[in-house]
């Protein structure tokens, strides 16, 4: 697959996972189309694969963080005495 | 290969503030933000989990809505779910039916249990662990001050506790694929379930707010008003 795909797939898996974004959509949207753009006129291929790489590990850890943010409110809230 | 069917309920999202209608009959749902029951979360990843593992198929197959319009909805109890359930389960020749222990918006507890007794299977509720044995299942169950292991043959209802598993995010594309699986939509009178209220909401009310505080000036002014509150 073309880097240039690449790229766009995470941006919109990116923005899927800013739906659940604790500070709401707009704020994550803006936020990422900003991050996004600095880097625009990145052409080196070397510098880009490492940039995909580091939006993955941001994907990894916002699902981690819902997951976890979802379990500890279920646990305060159901479980209270341990 | 075995058939398992888990139960979904939609839910106001856990981390919406929930706010009652001002006439107390409910609260309020419309323009708030809807996700799946965290429990139910729990069950399909271990419906998955069990599918992936014998490696005959990946995630849920096959879905099937049951559609209750608006009126029917805010007085529909487990008992009625259950009902609806039991049939599904006996339509599609289901081995396992894995719920949520219980669902976040009204916290009933009820639904596994009653789905049980109507088709008369094991049940294993609250479970923290499941294992497949020969003879059927062996489930590590969360109960008052502890664990409880107990075995029970095939087909059974389970209900999964918050430690069974850690539910996977559903990620974009496999939600795209998802749209092409197929959705069979059910009303409760295709499955011949009455699901006339059994009981009335009388009223919902917000708990009640915690009360302010007063800063006293001295040891003397809080003895004061310790015994004029009748506590020492």
């Given at each position: 697959?073309?880097?240039r795909?690449?790229?766009t797939?995470?941006?919109?898996?990116l923005l899927?996972l800013?739906?659940?974004?604790?500070?709401g959509?707009?704020?994550?949207?803006?936020?990422l189309?900003?991050?996004?753009?600095?880097n625009?006129?990145e052409?080196?291929?070397?510098?880009?694969?490492k940039?995909?790489?580091?939006?993955?590990y941001i994907?990894?850890?916002l699902?981690?963080?819902y997951?976890l943010?979802?379990?500890?409110?279920l646990k305060?809230?159901?479980?209270?005495?341990? | 290969?075995?058939?398992?069917?888990?139960?979904?309920?939609r839910?106001?999202?856990y981390a919406?503030?929930?706010r009652?209608?001002p006439d107390?009959?409910?609260?309020l749902?419309?323009?708030?933000?809807?996700?799946?029951?965290p429990?139910?979360?729990?069950a399909?990843?271990?419906?998955?989990?069990?599918?992936?593992r014998?490696?005959l198929?990946?995630?849920?197959d096959?879905?099937i809505?049951v559609e209750?319009?608006?009126s029917?909805y805010?007085?529909l109890?487990?008992?009625?779910?259950?009902?609806?359930?039991?049939?599904i389960?006996?339509?599609e020749?289901?081995?396992?039916?894995?719920?949520?222990?219980?669902?976040?918006d009204?916290?009933?507890?009820?639904?596994?249990?009653?789905?049980?007794?109507?088709?008369?299977?094991p049940?294993?509720?609250?479970?923290s662990?499941i294992?497949k044995?020969?003879k059927?299942i062996?489930?590590?169950?969360?109960?008052?001050?502890?664990?409880e292991?107990?075995q029970?043959?095939?087909?059974?209802?389970?209900?999964?506790?918050?430690?069974?598993?850690?539910?996977?995010?559903?990620?974009?594309?496999?939600?795209?694929?998802?749209?092409?699986?197929?959705?069979?939509?059910?009303?409760p009178?295709?499955?011949?379930?009455d699901?006339t209220?059994?009981?009335q909401?009388?009223s919902v009310?917000?708990?009640?707010?915690?009360?302010a505080g007063?800063?006293?000036?001295?040891?003397?002014?809080?003895?004061?008003?310790?015994?004029?509150g009748?506590?020492?």
């Amino acid at each position: 697959m073309s880097q240039r795909i690449r790229v766009t797939e995470l941006y919109k898996t990116l923005l899927h996972l800013g739906k659940d974004w604790p500070k709401g959509y707009d704020f994550f949207r803006k936020r990422l189309h900003g991050a996004f753009m600095k880097n625009k006129d990145e052409k080196d291929p070397e510098k880009i694969e490492k940039m995909i790489a580091h939006g993955q590990y941001i994907i990894k850890e916002l699902e981690t963080l819902y997951m976890l943010k979802k379990y500890r409110t279920l646990k305060r809230r159901y479980y209270k005495d341990q | 290969m075995a058939r398992v069917l888990v139960g979904v309920k939609r839910v106001i999202d856990y981390a919406v503030k929930i706010r009652v209608k001002p006439d107390k009959t409910g609260v309020l749902t419309e323009g708030v933000k809807h996700s799946m029951n965290p429990f139910d979360e729990i069950a399909v990843e271990e419906a998955a989990q069990d599918v992936l593992r014998t490696a005959l198929a990946m995630g849920v197959d096959k879905g099937i809505h049951v559609e209750v319009s608006g009126s029917d909805y805010e007085t529909l109890q487990p008992i009625h779910v259950s009902k609806i359930l039991a049939k599904i389960a006996q339509n599609e020749k289901a081995d396992l039916v894995i719920v949520g222990k219980q669902a976040i918006d009204d916290d009933s507890n009820q639904t596994a249990q009653m789905t049980a007794a109507v088709l008369d299977w094991p049940q294993a509720t609250y479970a923290s662990k499941i294992e497949k044995g020969d003879k059927g299942i062996t489930v590590l169950r969360e109960v008052d001050g502890g664990l409880e292991t107990i075995q029970c043959k095939l087909p059974a209802v389970v209900s999964a506790d918050l430690r069974l598993n850690e539910p996977r995010y559903a990620t974009l594309p496999n939600i795209m694929k998802a749209k092409k699986k197929p959705i069979q939509k059910l009303t409760p009178k295709d499955l011949g379930v009455d699901v006339t209220p059994r009981i009335q909401i009388v009223s919902v009310e917000d708990p009640p707010t915690r009360q302010a505080g007063v800063i006293l000036p001295d040891v003397d002014a809080l003895v004061g008003k310790l015994k004029e509150g009748g506590h020492i």
